[in-house]
Structure formats: structure tokens, C-alpha cells
């Protein structure tokens, strides 16, 4: 007869293979996606990678959403984002919080600082933008301010800047200029030249590599990019980890673990079969290259502004085999 | 005074009697129409009997809805839809995709089978078995082929679909037996074993094929070009099957206006179409029967304002069209009219 310590450890050992067997079932990478809505770029979803769990997140809070930032570790999302009620589109940077759905937005810029074109929030809560002065920073515990101070960190005279991007150690900041990569050093001011040909930058979450879509031919149609890494020093090699003929691909973010990077893919190309069909979306690659795997397959069109998050408020992890209140909810607006 | 086992057997027959009243009112009835009314302000999908009494709304997709199937048994309704404009003005959903209906539970509203990962869904149909079938096409024009989604997949978050066939297919229809499936293209109609995959032609033109009821017909459209070469008149056929003898055919417009919505009545007597065009730039449909016995036509619906452009009967019975009705209405107003101009 079997002691009740034997039975209680075979229980333990079935516990832990039906664990493991529930985490290796799910083959893309987990976490969950925040993005603005591909139709209604009014609205900020969240989703499980394969995107079914699908569901959003605020709604009818702007007009049209500019650009997106999710807090690393955090709870804040930032919105370059234009108000409803404005007759002229302009773009100002709004606060969200993910705990508190149900709350305006707080408008951080308010129309001081012109039009904004890009905005990053770094772990830490600080916020940075592009306005018309230039690169400006919100310390943060300005965030909670009625008129939160700004404090210019590049001057738009010597600099005309594209993306901004924090550094997950919040000292230093990738700016793009002309297609060229920099970083600047917060603390002394200092910038050095990282990469040629690059956009749209992502630091890895260890802060030792950085995303780009490097463009490798300029063509008059369109101009062909491909999906690259770069270690942030100065005049530091590129590695495209994927690129194809015809091509071009956006806004590249990282897993949470560091090893995936996700995507957008266009093409010039007159679509002609179900093939080439596929070949536009999002798609996900390991880091150090491989297969592409379609990801946000719910969406219907191409998710063009997306960051994944490292820590999911409201839902529990996708990655498991129960039925989490986030795929109720989308099985309820299915 | 009633003993208290009489007084419980009472309570039982009528929580009984309560809960078959239930069941047999959450059952569709025979003789009604599953459809998508063309007015803006009715959109979504309705049922009613076919003179539009006892119309009501069970879902409301922001979809328009472009073809229609529904499972024997009335349990699922499948159409092919593209969003239109939600009330609150954002976009609906993009693209022409499948949808699925469960009219056992309404409120779960509607499952999108196609999500998108398709270009363009051209048409679909649902077997008896829960079995969906679509042609798709690519860029509007490049051919794509017949994909098969399974009963057991069309639960999932994303259904799988498998390819039956590549190559052009437009219209497709499914067999009573639920073994082969019927498809057009421009190279005529062709019957597609879903388990053996193979392919064969059973009539080397027309288009929107569909099965009579018990299988032994099929009736489609075919089309003749215009004097000036502008346009097509089109025509009703049927054939037997699955030797196809002679072909008859019926005249159904002389006008090129545009034809669709090919269906036989439940007692496999008539063909119902719906001619469909736009006065002063207001779509409107006009649908009729005609009888495959003799050709006679007869307008149906006309108690629903302008028209039905998409529909499809509830469950099969025996039951034929309700002949004319006395009064005349606005929408057979128009029917006179139409067929004033035909004459």
C-alpha cells in the first residue's frame, strides 16, 4: 500500500509535468501587445501575440493617436494624440493609466510646446518629446503638476529629429536625425553617431541592442528597409536579421524576454496570391533572425503602432491553459 | 379539498407545459425568412414571415450583408459581409469576411470566421453538418480558390481552413448529401468531391449554382449579351443532376440589371432571385419566383419596402409562396411599375 507522502509527491510531479506542459504549449512568444487600432486609430487595444484575446483598452478618448509609448514595468501609456473637439488636427501628449481606465487623459504638453510629433516614458516615469523647441523632458514628478514644466535637452536649431527613444537605464536617448542613429547622453549632453540608414529605434530590454528598420534601397515608390540590430556604440555595425526585395518593414519592438522582435511588414508589390497575401501584417522574428510568424492575426489590416508589454494589468498570462477574463472578454465581442 | 400529490402533479404538468411553451417559441417557425433589409435605418439581420409580418430584428451587425446561408435546422446563419459606418461614426470592420450567427445564442452576437486573413470572400455556405465552405478571390481580380473550414473549427479563435481547390471559383453551393460542393467560374459550373477533392465540370457555363432541395436539380444563371454589347440579360436555368440532360431556361429581366440571390423555394417548385438596381441612385430590389415547371414568375415580398437583396428561407417545408395579397402597397406599387416597363 502507498504511503500518503508517495501519493502526495506523485501529485506533485503531475502538478509540475501538466505545468510545464501548459507554458510549452504555446509556441509564440507571451505577453501581451499594446497598440492603436488599425481602423479606428482612435482607440488603444491590447491583445495576446496571435491576437486573440484581442480587446481594447481605452476608446473614444482622441481623434486620431500619433504615436505610442508603454511604460517599462509600469503602468503609464503615452499618446501623441490629437483631441476630438478640435476642428484643426494637432498633436499633443496625453498620460493614460492602465489602472485607471475610466480617467481622462491627462494632457501633459496642453498646446505649449507646438505640435508634437513623438513622445517616450521611461521606466522611471520621466517623459520625453519632440515639440517645437526640440527634445524636452518632463521629470516625473512634474506628471502630476496642472501645467507639468518642460526642460529643453535638444535644441531643434542645431538638431531636426525624428523618433526619440529612452534607454531602458533612462541615461541616455536615441534620437533619429536624417535617417542616422545617435545617442545622447542625458546627464552631459553628449551625442555620438551610432548608425547610418536607420529608423525608428528600440532598445532591447537589457539595453544592448537596439531595433532599427535600416533602409537598404531608395527607391522612387517605395523605399526598402529591413529589420536590423545595433549594439549602441559609436559608428557600430549593423546586422539585419530580415530583409526581402521589395519590402519595407515598421516600428520594430521587443519581447519583455529580449528575444523577439515584432513588426510591421508593407511591399510595393501588386498582390497577386495568398502567398504574397501573408507576407504583409505584423510578424514576430527571434532576435538573432530566423522565420517570421504572423502575429495580431484578428486585426484585419496592418497594426502600424505597437509596443509589448512587459507586465499585463487586468488580465492574467496568455500562456496559460485556463480561460483568463481577458479571452471571456473577447469571446464576448467576438 | 384536492389531496397534495394532486396539487404537486398539477405543478409539474404546468412547469411542463411551461417549459415546452419555452422550447417550441425559441424554435424559428417554418415559412419565415432570414434577411438583411436595405434600409439604413433596419440594417442587420431580421426575420419575419414573407410578407414581413412579425418582423424581428436577431442581430445587429455594422455589416452590410451581401450573401447569405443558413445551416438545415436554422441553427447557424452564415453570411458574407463588409463593415459599414458604426452609429458613433469610427469605421466599422474592413474587408469582405465570413460571418457566423448562432441563433441559439443571440446575444454572443457575431463570429468572424475569415478575420481578415483572406483578401476578398466571394461567397460562402453551410452544410447541414456545421460544415463552411469559401471562394476567395485576391486583389479583386487574381483567382484564389474554395477553402473548407470544419464544424469542429468555426468555434475557435482562429478557424482553420483548409484549401479544397485552387484556382478561379466565385459561387458556391453546397450538395444535400454534404459530400460535394458545387462552384462557378468563368469556365462554367464544376462539382467538387470535399474528401476526394476531385474536380469535374458539369456544365461549361453560367454561374451562381445552386441545389434543389432534394438534390436532383441544380438551377443557375446564365447570361445574354445585349444588342449593343453593353450588357447581359440574364436567364434562369436548371438542370438535372447528376446527369445533366437538357438545360432548361427562363427569361427573368430585360433590362441588364443586376441578378442574385438564387435560391429554391423549401418545395423545390420555384427559383427565387432578386433583381437588384438603383433608381435616382436608392438601391432597391425586386424578387420574384419562377416555376420550374411551367416558367410562370410571380413577385414575392412585396410587402418589404424596397425589396430584399439578401435572404434565405428558415427551414425546409412544403409549404409554397403566399399568393397576391389584396391590398396593394407601396413596394407592389413598384412591382407594377417594373412590370409595366418590362412589357
Known amino acids: 500500500m502507498r504511503s500518503p507522502f508517495q501519493a502526495r509527491r506523485s501529485l506533485f510531479y503531475f502538478s509540475l509535468m501538466l505545468f510545464i506542459a501548459a507554458y510549452s504549449l504555446n509556441a509564440l512568444p507571451a505577453g501581451e501587445l499594446i497598440f492603436v487600432h488599425p481602423v479606428n486609430r482612435a482607440e488603444i487595444w491590447i491583445s ?65 510646446f507646438g505640435a508634437i510629433h513623438d513622445a517616450d516614458i521611461s521606466k522611471n516615469g520621466d517623459v520625453i518629446f519632440l515639440g517645437q523647441q526640440g527634445v524636452l523632458l518632463i521629470k516625473n514628478h512634474e506628471l502630476n503638476q496642472r501645467h507639468p514644466e518642460a526642460e529643453i535637452l535638444l535644441d531643434i536649431a542645431t538638431w531636426d529629429i525624428d523618433a526619440i527613444e529612452w534607454a531602458p537605464d533612462s541615461k541616455q536617448i536615441a534620437f533619429i536625425e536624417f535617417n542616422r542613429l545617435f545617442l545622447l547622453d542625458v546627464a552631459t549632453k553628449e551625442v555620438f553617431q551610432v548608425a547610418d540608414n536607420a529608423n525608428n529605434p528600440a532598445f532591447s530590454p537589457n539595453g544592448k541592442q537596439i531595433a532599427i528598420d535600416t ?12 529589420i536590423a540590430v545595433v549594439p549602441p556604440h559609436p559608428n557600430a555595425d549593423v546586422k539585419i536579421i530580415h530583409a526581402k526585395k521589395n519590402y519595407s518593414y515598421g516600428r520594430p519592438t521587443w519581447s519583455p524576454d529580449g528575444k523577439y522582435i515584432a513588426y510591421s511588414s508593407h511591399t510595393n508589390l501588386e498582390i497577386k496570391n495568398i502567398k504574397q497575401f501573408r507576407t ?50 473577447a469571446q464576448q465581442t467576438d | 379539498m384536492t389531496h397534495f400529490f394532486e396539487n404537486s402533479r398539477k405543478r409539474v404538468y404546468l412547469y411542463l407545459a411551461f417549459l415546452l411553451w419555452t422550447f417550441t417559441t425559441n424554435t424559428l417557425c417554418a415559412q419565415e425568412i432570414i434577411y438583411q433589409p436595405l434600409s439604413r435605418i433596419q440594417r442587420g439581420i431580421w426575420i419575419s414571415d414573407t410578407d414581413g409580418r412579425d418582423a424581428r430584428q436577431l442581430f445587429n451587425p455594422p455589416l452590410f450583408v451581401y450573401e447569405m446561408s443558413i445551416q438545415k435546422g436554422d441553427r447557424y446563419i452564415l453570411c458574407v459581409a463588409e463593415g459599414v459606418a458604426r452609429e458613433d461614426g469610427l469605421l466599422g470592420e474592413l474587408g469582405m469576411d465570413a460571418y457566423l450567427f448562432d441563433t441559439q445564442q443571440p446575444h454572443k452576437g457575431r463570429k468572424d470566421l475569415t478575420l481578415g486573413r483572406f483578401d476578398r470572400i466571394v461567397d460562402a455556405d453551410i452544410s447541414k453538418n456545421g460544415e463552411v465552405v469559401f471562394t476567395n478571390i485576391i486583389n479583386e481580380q487574381f483567382p484564389d480558390g474554395i477553402y473548407l473550414i470544419s464544424s469542429h473549427e468555426i468555434h475557435q479563435p482562429l478557424p482553420k481552413a483548409e484549401k479544397l481547390f485552387s484556382g478561379s471559383a466565385r459561387y458556391v453551393d453546397w450538395a444535400p448529401n454534404g459530400e460535394e460542393i458545387v462552384f462557378s467560374n468563368p469556365e462554367g459550373i464544376f462539382l467538387l468531391n470535399v474528401f476526394t477533392k476531385q474536380v469535374s465540370q458539369v456544365i461549361p457555363y453560367g454561374s451562381r449554382p445552386v441545389f434543389s432541395p432534394n438534390g436532383t436539380q441544380l438551377a443557375f444563371l446564365t447570361n445574354t449579351p445585349t444588342p449593343d454589347g453593353q450588357g447581359h440579360f440574364h436567364k434562369i436555368a436548371v438542370v438535372s443532376f447528376p446527369t445533366p440532360a437538357e438545360v432548361k431556361k427562363f427569361d427573368v429581366t430585360k433590362t441588364t440589371s443586376y441578378c442574385s440571390c438564387l435560391t429554391w423555394t423549401p418545395n423545390g417548385g420555384s427559383i427565387a432571385y432578386a433583381i437588384n438596381h438603383s433608381p435616382e441612385g436608392h438601391p432597391e430590389s425586386l424578387n420574384w419566383t419562377v416555376s420550374v415547371t411551367n416558367g410562370t414568375r410571380q413577385p414575392i415580398f412585396r410587402k418589404f419596402e424596397r425589396g430584399l437583396h439578401v435572404w434565405e428561407w428558415t427551414q425546409q417545408n412544403d409549404s409554397g409562396i403566399p399568393s397576391d395579397l389584396l391590398t396593394t402597397t407601396w413596394a407592389g406599387l413598384k412591382v407594377q411599375t417594373y412590370e409595366r416597363s418590362e412589357k
Open chain 1, 48 to 112: 495576446n501575440v496571435e491576437g486573440t484575446t484581442a480587446r481594447k483598452l481605452f476608446s473614444k478618448v482622441f481623434f486620431e493617436i500619433l504615436n505610442l509609448s508603454v511604460q517599462d514595468e509600469g503602468e503609464y501609456i503615452l499618446a501623441v494624440a490629437d483631441e476630438i473637439d478640435r476642428i484643426f488636427p494637432f498633436y499633443d501628449v496625453f498620460l493614460l493609466n492602465q489602472r485607471f481606465r475610466d480617467r481622462s487623459p491627462k494632457n501633459l504638453t496642453d498646446g505649449r
Open chain 1, 280 to 329: 504583409i501584417g505584423n510578424f514576430v522574428i527571434p532576435a538573432t533572425g530566423g522565420n517570421p510568424e504572423p502575429i495580431l492575426l484578428t486585426m484585419k489590416d496592418n497594426v502600424l503602432l505597437f509596443e509589448w508589454a512587459d507586465k499585463a494589468y487586468l488580465v492574467a498570462s496568455t500562456a496559460s491553459l485556463v480561460t483568463t477574463w481577458g479571452k471571456l472578454k
Open chain 1, 215 to 226: 533602409v537598404i534601397e531608395r527607391n522612387p515608390n517605395m523605399w526598402e528597409s529591413g
